[in-house]
């Protein structure tokens, strides 16, 4: 094997080049092919397999063997006290962020954590998603989180004529349930920067959401009956914060998660 360093390599190759210019694009195919072949050896970088399967054992070994009663119980039913709408933005995970346990929050994620108006035939994953936890678990509480560099609600706010045929097979259609929410940005924020406003209909957006909610009857009967409380809330993950309000929309002081 060649004892000859790293530096000594590249500077012996500096002056073949310098010599052969030639050389050039040989050298760069090569190169190429050597830095994938180190980039497949790198010992960090592990295929998506066997992620997987270490995410699981460790799960196991932490979590599954180390509380049997919890699991024991959860094996047998559910009975979670949330139901949680959040966005599928892979840095918002609910049960990270308010250290949900397994069997406390049924939740619900899309792309900007919306919940479109009632409607039996549009949407009715949602509608199931609704009806399942309210009506057979039972759920105390609702939750819609919205959160900070939403691509979703930028999406949104960039859509400059609702109207317009949309240039994406299902986003466009989805986010501008709560077209609500830009308009009404759009008009009362608009000496805001463009980054301002988003931050702004973030929030307003999960608004939307929660009057979208009591368009669903099993909802509405249940929030008038004081069964069940609905609130919004928004995780700020710049700042790290998160600001909690309830239904009528009075926002309770924010507080740090730090």
């Known amino acids: 094997m060649s004892t000859e360093s790293y530096e000594d390599a590249i500077k012996r190759l500096g002056e073949l080049l310098s010599k052969n210019s030639d050389l050039g694009n040989v050298a760069a195919a090569k190169i190429k092919k050597l830095t994938d072949e180190l980039e497949e050896l790198d010992s960090n970088k592990l295929d998506a397999v066997e992620r997987i399967k270490s995410g699981f054992i460790h799960f196991k070994t932490n979590n599954y063997e180390k509380n049997p009663t919890l699991h ?46 009632y409607d039996k035939t549009k949407h009715s994953n949602v509608g199931a998603a609704l009806e399942y ?41 989805w986010i501008q349930i709560c077209a609500p929410a830009k308009n009404r940005i759009k008009q009362e924020c608009k000496d805001l920067s463009f980054e301002d406003q988003c931050t702004n ?35 700020d993950f710049v700042k790290g914060t998160f600001d909690l309000w309830e239904l009528d929309f009075k926002t309770t002081p924010a507080f740090a998660l730090s």
Request: charged fraction near 20%; charge should be neutral.
């Open 201 to 235: 209909c973030e929030k307003e957006a999960v608004n939307v959401s929660l009057g979208n909610l009591l368009s669903y009857p099993f909802v509405r009967e249940r929030v008038v009956k004081n069964k069940l409380s609905i609130r919004g809330a928004h995780y």
């Open 72 to 117: 024991n119980a959860l094996a047998k039913s559910q009975s979670p006290k949330f139901l949680v709408f959040a966005c599928a933005d892979s840095r918002v995970s609910p049960s990270h962020i308010l250290n949900f346990q397994l069997g406390e929050a049924f939740i619900v994620r899309n792309i900007a954590n919306m919940v479109p108006p």
């Open 133 to 173: 936890p309210i009506t057979v678990l039972n759920v105390e509480n609702i939750l819609v989180i919205g959160h900070s560099c939403c691509g979703g609600i930028k999406g949104l706010m960039a859509i400059e004529d609702d109207t317009a045929p949309t240039k994406t097979e299902f986003i466009e259609n």
